[in-house]
């Protein structure tokens, strides 16, 4: 059985989709623990209200480097089951870079969303960014993790049309309503082992090849 952690730092509400397909989907993926670098997380309520273990690794005040940081999460991910063998990891807003160190462990095992349509806007703000350089689409992408910022091997893209009265809370909106469907389809198709990943790209295997 494939065990699920997701790290978060706020809101958490597509680890809240996530956990909810899993449910009503019967996604064959045990969600094992969500675990938060911010104890004031809204998500961590939201996950224990649906039974999930929750954990918190505060990152404020912590004075060592990122990967002593790191090492932290992995071993509360490995507590958990979420190993380099049978894990999957999801970055579900959780707002710090993660070590390359970490990221090589878990490597084609860590998902990450982010709302615009990559390699478009990568980084913060990635909406704010979208409506200042007047693009017409913009959106989400589900991908594996690498070292580079929001670099990695595209899985899932989604795109949403830019209203010309958008805003950058507006538009964020109908693009989250994206994220909270491709997020858990990602997820899906890792647990059924149907994404193959060739060098940068990726397929998607049809049912029953
Ligand atoms: C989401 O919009 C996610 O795409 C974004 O943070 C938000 C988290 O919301 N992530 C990034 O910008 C990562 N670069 P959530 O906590 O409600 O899922």
């Avoid at 675990?35 to 039974?51: C, V, W």
């Avoid at 958990?80 to 084609?108: D, Q």
């Avoid at 990568?122 to 670099?151: I, N």
């Avoid at 595209?154 to 507006?170: C, G």
Wanted: proline content about 4%.
């Amino acid at each position: 059985m494939l065990h699920l952690g997701i790290l978060i730092s706020g809101r958490g509400s597509n680890m809240e989709s996530i956990l909810k397909a899993i449910k009503r989907q019967k996604i064959p993926i045990n969600p094992a623990v969500v675990i938060s670098n911010n104890p004031g997380a809204i998500g961590l309520k939201i996950a224990q209200n649906m039974g999930i273990k929750t954990a918190v690794v505060e990152s404020r005040g912590f004075t060592g480097n990122r990967w002593d940081y790191d090492k932290k999460i992995i071993q509360v991910l490995s507590e958990h089951g979420v190993t380099e063998k049978n894990g999957l990891v999801c970055l579900a807003g959780f707002m710090r870079i993660i070590s390359p160190e970490f990221i090589r462990k878990y490597k084609n095992r860590m998902l990450n969303i982010h709302p615009a349509i990559l390699p478009s806007f990568p980084g913060l703000h990635a909406q704010r960014q979208a409506l200042e350089y007047g693009a017409k689409y913009s959106g989400c992408t589900v991908h594996f993790v690498d070292e580079g910022v929001d670099t990695g091997p595209i899985i899932l893209q989604a795109a949403v049309k830019v209203k010309d009265d958008d805003t950058e809370e507006t538009l964020s909106k109908r693009i989250l309503a994206k994220e909270h469907a491709i997020y858990p389809q990602a997820v899906k198709l890792f647990a059924e082992g149907r994404i193959k990943t060739f060098g940068r790209r990726t397929k998607v295997k049809s049912r029953g090849r």
